[in-house]
């Protein structure tokens, strides 16, 4: 008997073994994406009663993540796939495997009104989770350089060093304490900094986490890190009322202080919208504390916090803030260490407290516990409404409020029958309380207040919740972006354009991806639903034709009409947001100019934007980054509560450097303030001698003639300089002999560029403070086409030719990947690639030699090649603006917040600053100059236009070097 079972086991071993290799592999290779998403999607048509649709929509979700990091990140794209996995097989046994993941870290997922991609976020469950219990939740914003994943991981006590964050992003983390709550952190949308989409992301976590576990809804938390502090002073004073405590740790109270620059009045109101510390008075009954280290190195600096504590205090609020002598990482120092829970638990949101206090310019939070400001008067102005109930009375004082809506159900006011309203020192009603029902609404006619909503006339567009502009306002749902088709030859650009825009506006914006459409396939459902963009030149897009004469701006090969004006500039546009003549309760936003090429400039607007803006190639020819200030649109401003222009026309920013040039009644025709060189305005009728005599001179020196005037942008500069101009080289003669035959492409462009040159305009020559030098072995002279390309690959720059752009580029490529170790990426995140002439792509690898010393792993590049302005080396794919260095770890060193101006000091002259990012900033400015690979080298040094990058360009057959 035993001989006979070895035998019997022999022969199934031997059976075994003849089993062809690739049945077994099959049979252990676990599931591929593309199975488990065929087998969600069985699973959704017969789903056992005990999974909810979100457990599947965040398998889904997790099989998103681990498609998107599967090429660069392997290990943690299989264990992701992997726990899709283990969660399929428990959606087929009929159980829903989230409940089952008490104290353990994990993710899901959700579809969002406001992209086409699925949403996720990381949370954890408390040990033995009991769906039967209620438990406190807490909401974590990261900050910058990680995601809702990694941040949670670290929020549950797997320190790490912020440098490392981007390699462990994906990483799957266990919590190293237990508290008894549920704990959350939303991915954000990236690193929008948690304004609108990011803001929604919130609220829609908080919703999709009370729909799929049992949360205390007295205990709400939210707190936020750095940027996520920043996120936790703007979303926690806006819905104060949500949360029964809001903890700041190391941010800006106040968008107006981290924007910085000089706001117009505008733009003012558009970052009060968003500023904790200008809505702190809507935290009156909610626990609102805030922290921050007195050795904060910035960019959200202490001062900032000192400027928040007096201005609550002078609001008769005393701040909840405490100071740490350290840094900026604080988030251990404020949960101790995973033991402050038990103190948080104890405060509990005030369901109807006594006194409310409202503070609003957006529609989107207008409310504080049973106070709604209904409508706000010149929106979108701060509104204020300060309420008190007691027994049988409520009494408000208002500022800039025209109707609010009180709820009787959550204002103590008692059991009474009798009630007496009073607002802005007069009664509105006193009477029985029956007859007011549960909502009691008010509204201010002529002056005075009285019950009921403001008279409505039919017909009559008005600024409501939901329809109130600003251009951010639609970020928050979904939209459709609509390219023009009407004329062929623009179709394909004017799609382009859409498709950008379609991955989101704000930068640094992740995840983001909406419907593109052609003006032919858009339905009434579509508009029905969602909020449409509208790309196009004057003809081109058919929606915008048939909405044209109930829109208030309109677009010409002229130029931009916004009422009675013309606005007429190089590459002048519109962006403007409305309510869709189509479908009255949704937007449509037009972003329209007379060339594709200014359709697609549109895009490089800065974040905060009015309801309409006018720009041209001057403003755009860069990717502004917040707001525009000083150096701003040729005009921009809201529409009034009705949705009319203003009587003027425009809150339009018409000043000293957008000269009248004449025209017919009440049209304004524009300079071109091309900051590469442009037409200019006549010289002004009034010009003294002396002002004639000193424009003279600088046009001398520039090379214009004597008729030009300088845009002032361009000698503009904060900081001002105190150094004199340099003395400007001879310009090189032109040359005699070309490296590139003239039957070679790359030859025939070579010519045309060695006569365009001359043309230039030397601004370079005005700068006060810049540096010439003379470099006879920095001369370098266009390739043959064919050659170029060949010393690529030696170069080791991965490139791929493109066919010959509308533009002088010689030998245009598109980079393919990254170059000795560092990444050159365009300023979005799945934007265009990086396209550039073969010439500039060869000096690529010393670039990434100089900052691969300072750590850096990646630059966003702002501008490469583009079509404008006409004197410009990006033309000639020539030039490269550099917005900022990623080091390793995902520390960022941005331009714009980072680099020090030294007015008083050639920039490679001056001493190094004290500050680390400002330091190497400078240094890798001045290594470029050093580098003799670039004739020019431009820093925030040069002028306000270049801020927040650094420029550098290659210019052929030409010695010099100029710094600034």
């Not at 401003?637 to 339009?652: N, R």
């Not at 390739?783 to 002088?808: I, K, S, W």
Request: with cysteine.
């Amino acid at each position: 008997m035993i001989r006979s079972s070895l035998w019997f086991a022999l022969l199934a071993v031997v059976a075994l073994l003849v089993v062809p290799a690739s049945e077994v592999a099959a049979q252990d290779a676990p599931p591929t994406v593309a199975s488990m998403r065929e087998e969600v999607a069985r699973l959704r048509t017969s789903r056992p009663a005990a999974v909810p649709e979100g457990t599947l929509t965040s398998i889904e979700y997790l099989l998103d993540v681990a498609e998107r990091i599967e090429r660069g990140e392997g290990p943690q794209s299989a264990r992701w796939r992997a726990t899709a996995a283990r969660y399929l097989a428990a959606v087929r046994e009929g159980r829903d495997p989230y409940v089952g993941e008490a104290n353990r870290i994990t993710n899901r997922g959700y579809v969002s009104p406001v992209s086409e991609t699925r949403q996720g976020y990381a949370i954890y469950l408390p040990p033995n989770y009991d769906p039967s219990r209620r438990y406190p939740l807490l909401i974590m914003m990261h900050g910058g350089s990680s995601n809702g994943n990694l941040f949670l991981g670290v929020v549950m006590g797997n320190n790490m060093d912020w440098l490392t964050y981007s390699q462990h992003l994906w990483d799957e983390y266990e919590p190293r304490w237990s508290p008894e709550w549920i704990v959350v952190a939303p991915d954000g949308f990236g690193q929008v900094l948690w304004r609108w989409m990011g803001e929604q992301d919130v609220l829609d976590v908080v919703d999709d986490v009370q729909r799929h576990y049992s949360v205390d809804a007295s205990r709400v938390v939210l707190g936020g890190l750095s940027n996520g502090g920043l996120g936790a002073y703007a979303i926690g004073m806006r819905h104060a009322w949500r949360f029964s405590m809001v903890m700041a740790i190391a941010g800006a109270p106040s968008w107006v202080q981290y924007a910085g620059g000089s706001p117009t009045s505008d733009e003012m109101r558009l970052l009060h919208q968003v500023s904790g510390m200008h809505l702190v008075e809507n935290s009156l009954n909610t626990e609102f504390r805030f922290f921050h280290g007195s050795r904060d190195p910035g960019p959200m600096r202490p001062r900032y916090v000192t400027e928040m504590e007096e201005h609550m205090r002078g609001l008769g609020l005393e701040p909840r803030v405490r100071w740490y002598d350290f840094g900026h990482d604080l988030l251990y120092l404020v949960h101790r260490h995973g033991r402050a829970y038990p103190d948080w638990a104890q405060f509990t949101q005030q369901s109807r407290p006594a006194d409310v206090r409202v503070v609003s310019a957006d529609y989107r939070a207008n409310r504080q516990h049973w106070v709604t400001i209904t409508r706000i008067e010149g929106y979108p102005r701060l509104a204020k409404v300060r309420a008190h109930a007691e027994e049988g009375a409520i009494t408000i004082e208002t500022e800039h409020a025209r109707e609010v809506a009180l709820d009787l159900r959550d204002a103590p006011v008692g059991e009474g029958d009798v009630l007496r309203i009073s607002a802005d020192g007069a009664e509105v009603y006193r009477g029985a309380r029956g007859p007011l029902g549960h909502v009691i609404h008010l509204s201010r006619v002529d002056g005075a207040w009285r019950l009921g909503f403001l008279p409505r006339e039919e017909g009559r567009l008005e600024k409501v919740p939901g329809l109130s502009g600003p251009l951010t306002d639609p970020y928050r749902d979904g939209m459709i972006h609509v390219y023009g088709t009407r004329d062929p030859e623009r179709t394909e650009a004017l799609r382009e354009a859409a498709q950008r825009g379609a991955r989101g506006w704000p930068l640094w914006l992740w995840q983001h991806q909406q419907r593109v459409v052609a003006d032919t396939d858009v339905t009434d459902a579509m508009m029905a639903r969602s909020h449409l963009v509208l790309y196009g030149t004057p003809g081109s897009n058919a929606l915008i034709e048939r909405m044209q004469d109930r829109l208030p701006i309109r677009v010409t090969s002229e130029g931009v009409q916004v009422g009675s004006r013309t606005y007429r500039a190089q590459g002048v546009g519109t962006r403007f947001v409305y309510p869709n003549p189509l479908a009255p309760s949704r937007y449509v936003i037009v972003q329209a100019a007379p060339t594709v090429e200014a359709v697609a400039a549109g895009h490089n607007l800065p974040d905060f934007l009015p309801d309409w803006v006018v720009y041209e190639g001057r403003t755009t020819r860069t990717r502004q980054r917040l707001i525009s200030g000083r150096n701003g649109q040729l005009a921009q401003g809201f529409f009034d509560d009705q949705w009319a222009l203003p009587e003027s026309g425009a809150s339009a920013r018409i000043d000293a450097r957008h000269d009248v040039l004449g025209g017919g009644e009440g049209e304004i025709l524009y300079a071109q303030a091309e900051i590469d060189g442009a037409q200019s305005a006549a010289p002004p009728i009034d010009e003294t001698p002396e002002e004639r005599a000193r424009r003279l001179e600088l046009n001398a020196r520039i090379g214009a003639p004597a008729d030009f005037v300088i845009p002032s942008a361009v000698l503009a500069q904060d900081p001002a300089p105190v150094l004199p101009p340099a003395q400007v080289p001879a310009a090189p003669p032109l040359p005699r002999r070309f490296l590139a035959p003239a039957s070679d492409p790359a030859g025939r462009i070579a010519r045309r560029i060695a006569t365009q040159i001359p043309t230039f305009l030397n601004y370079r020559a005005i700068i006060p403070g810049g540096e010439w030098r003379v470099e006879r072995g920095a001369v370098w002279q266009v390739r043959a086409q064919d050659e170029c390309y060949a010393a690529l690959p030696t170069a080791g720059v991965p490139a791929r030719p493109v066919p010959a752009q509308r533009t002088p580029m010689p030998s245009p490529v598109v980079i393919t990947g990254p170059i000795g170790g560092v990444h050159f990426r365009m300023i979005r995140p799945e934007d265009e690639p990086l396209v550039i002439s073969c010439e500039l792509a060869s000096r690529l690898p010393a670039v990434a030699e100089i900052v691969r010393a300072h750590g850096v792993r990646a630059i966003d590049v702002l501008s490469a090649h583009r079509s404008s302005p006409q004197q410009s080396f990006h033309r000639m794919g020539l030039g490269l603006d550099l917005f900022a260095f990623e080091q390793e770890g995902g520390a960022l060193l941005s331009v714009y917040d980072h680099f020090l101006e030294t007015p008083a000091h050639r920039t490679c002259d001056a001493p190094l600053p004290e500050e680390p990012r400002a330091r190497a900033l400078l240094e890798i400015s001045c290594a470029l100059a050093e580098s003799r690979l670039f004739s020019s080298v431009l820093t925030p040094n040069y002028n306000e236009g270049h801020r927040n990058h650094i420029h550098v360009d290659a210019r052929p057959d030409d010695p010099r070097i100029f710094v600034r």
